[in-house]
């Protein structure tokens, strides 16, 4: 969840405790409330948010990422300061997580800070602190303990209301600190005539002899990344669109039905029934209207009720009606008696039953549909956010309903991304070509779920064209989602696009097999964007992962997934990422679909679940076959 500030003057102090056993409960956390207490004693003005998580470098960078989403929404600096893991063991990894992650080091200052400390004790020399900058928060990387944590902030809480200043670019607190600064004849080392914003670093894509060789995005797990995207999908139903549909398009005159306009989309409010269902008393059955406690015998046949007539006859004791399945029952027959129960006992000359003989007695309301049975005047017929399909729409036209309010589907654009990539109708292709089957198979994929798509079009290998083109693409979408040109190689461009035109990324590297370069972004306006990764089965699985549910909760829908459990067919070796393997479930069992390799399409075909395994650990490296494992449906079981 985002962080919500009023006063946008607060600061924001985000402290981490690093500790398997204070996460697990079996150790006090003493070093978390203590900088609590500190930091409050050097601003009030502070909101002060504490974490714990153990020492696992996945959950340190997404407790730093989480906290950035947060300082971005607020003006000025912030903080974020973690205690723990910063020492010489194995076992210590908060640097290791944090420092690929920061936009800038201060190493003036850590040098300061260990020189400092190490006068008092020459073991201050083992530790390894951390501070930097990452977009508009301090980090700073202390050591576990409490007499650490106490000297370390002595050194730099005197210098933090300065440092806050320039990574805010406070301009008036920078100029009179430069100019107390002068009277005392000292210089402040990065003063300059003027403050100008630092020229904007050129991207590592663009240089590629210097291209960093390891990602610089915190690797989140799947829970973590869908969190993310559900909290920057509109939540409030007050902010979704409603728009009245037609059931369907139908020529009236040709009494043809040319389209279902309304199917699939999900309700916007309750929808109560205005009339009772059946509104006259129906027979269940084909067979005799009668008043039973007239019992068995032979009974004169005075009047015929059928489907669709308006019977004004009353049944008298000693007779009965002959009624059809749904007609109405007459006044004064209280039961009806199965054909099956009587027999004919004389007809007329021109064929009509006269007398027919009751075998079976029957009780009062015997195969009678009373009014309103079915459906009540008043009942709630359909709840809001009810996604309409045929039982749904089956009754809302047993009402009479011809409209309905319901959310409005987003606006899609698909975007491919590749130099090498050729449409799907090309004949023949050059070596080094390749058919573009992501859009076609997105496109489909969107279909199946009941979305159509607005925009599609084909981004070219350079970081110019790949800006254009996301910036086409969202002037007629309101949720992007492109293919490829988001690893790791020289031409992917669209981390670094999606910044420049000033969308958020907030994620760029999954946990996940395939898929584990996903990206998510979003612009100012709340438009969405996903990069998928450019292998088919990838762009595939991962559509169905993080996109679906998102378009989902955007028309007010529930996002969750169907989730069975399934018996592993075969024993599977385990990668070190949890892993998606395409399956096909028939008949209580599946099968696999073959090699699960991310290129090969084939995979998908026919597969209707993806079975989700464990990563591999250091004592679990293969799961056996007969193992129940999850498995999300994707498509008809």
């Known amino acids: 969840h985002y962080f919500i500030q009023s006063n946008l003057s607060m600061t924001l102090a985000v402290i981490l405790t690093v500790s398997d056993t204070c996460s697990a409960g079996s150790a006090e956390d003493t070093s978390g409330p203590h900088i609590g207490a500190k930091i409050s004693e050097w601003r009030s003005a502070t909101s002060i948010e504490r974490h714990c998580v153990p020492d696992n470098i996945s959950q340190i960078q997404f407790c730093l990422h989480s906290a950035v989403e947060k300082a971005r929404l607020l003006s000025g600096a912030h903080v974020f300061i973690s205690s723990g893991g910063t020492g010489l063991s194995p076992h210590d990894v908060t640097v290791k997580a944090i420092a690929p992650l920061l936009d800038k080091q201060a190493t003036g200052i850590m040098s300061r800070i260990v020189n400092k400390c190490a006068e008092k004790t020459h073991f201050a020399m083992l530790s390894n602190p951390l501070v930097g900058i990452k977009e508009n928060m301090l980090v700073i990387c202390l050591p576990g303990s409490k007499k650490a944590v106490t000297e370390y902030l002595d050194q730099i809480i005197p210098l933090m209301d300065h440092i806050l200043d320039l990574i805010g670019k406070e301009e008036k607190s920078i100029s009179a600190f430069h100019k107390k600064l002068s009277e005392s004849s000292h210089t402040c080392p990065h003063k300059t005539n003027e403050h100008k914003s ?52 139908c020529n009236e005159d040709k009494q043809s039905f040319n389209n ?51 019977s004004s006859c009353t049944v008298l004791s000693g007779t009965v009606a002959r009624v059809t399945t749904g007609g109405m029952v007459p006044l004064g027959a209280d039961a009806v008696v199965q054909v099956e129960d009587t027999e004919l006992v004389s007809a007329t000359v021109d064929g009509e039953e006269d007398v027919i003989r009751i075998l079976t007695a029957v009780a009062p309301g015997t195969d009678i549909r009373p009014v309103g049975s079915d459906i009540a005047k008043g009942d709630l017929l359909l709840p809001a956010k009810c996604q309409l399909h045929a039982a749904e729409i089956g009754l809302l036209a047993s009402q009479g309903i011809r409209s309905v309010e319901v959310f409005g589907k987003p606006k899609i654009a698909i975007l491919s991304s590749g130099n090498e990539l050729v449409t799907h109708q090309v004949g023949q292709v050059s070596s080094g070509q390749v058919r573009d089957s992501n859009t076609p198979a997105l496109l489909h994929l969107l279909q199946e779920d009941g979305y159509s798509v607005s925009y599609t079009s084909h981004l070219l290998d350079s970081l ?139 995979s998908m075909r026919s597969a209707n679940v993806l079975l989700k395994l464990p990563p591999r650990t250091d004592t679990v490296t293969h799961v056996e076959a007969g193992t129940v494992v999850d498995a999300m449906v994707i498509g008809k079981l």
Request: glycine share 8%.
């Open 198 to 249: 630092p020229a904007k670093t050129k991207s590592h894509r663009r240089e590629v002899a210097f291209r960093s060789r390891q990602s610089t995005w915190p690797m989140l797990s799947v829970p973590e990344a869908l969190c993310i995207i559900s909290s920057a999908v509109k939540t409030n139903q007050d902010e979704l669109t409603t728009i009245n549909l037609p059931l369907f398009n």
């Open 260 to 310: 279902l306009v309304a199917y699939g989309h999900v309700t916007a409010f309750d929808i109560i029934s205005k009339e009772n269902v059946p509104n006259y008393r129906a027979s269940i059955k084909d067979g005799y209207a009668v008043v039973s406690s007239d019992g068995i015998g032979d009974f004169n046949v005075a009047t015929v009720s059928k489907m669709g007539e308006n």
């Open 464 to 602: 110019d064209k790949t800006k254009s083109g996301l910036k086409a693409a969202f002037e007629n979408a309101d949720i992007v989602i492109s293919t490829g040109g988001v690893s790791m190689g020289e031409c992917d461009h669209i981390k670094d696009a999606l910044t420049d035109i000033g969308a958020t990324v907030h994620f760029g590297r999954v946990h996940m097999k395939p898929g584990k370069p996903t990206t998510f972004a979003t612009l100012p306006s709340g438009q969405l964007f996903f990069g998928l990764p450019g292998n088919p089965v990838s762009a595939m699985v991962t559509y169905k992962l993080f996109v679906l549910p998102a378009l989902k909760k955007w028309e007010g829908c529930d996002p969750e997934p169907n989730i069975i459990k399934v018996a592993l067919p075969e024993t599977r070796n385990l990668d070190p990422r949890p892993e998606y393997i395409r399956g096909v479930y028939k008949s209580g069992s599946v099968q696999l679909t073959g090699s699960q390799c991310s290129s090969r399409l084939l």
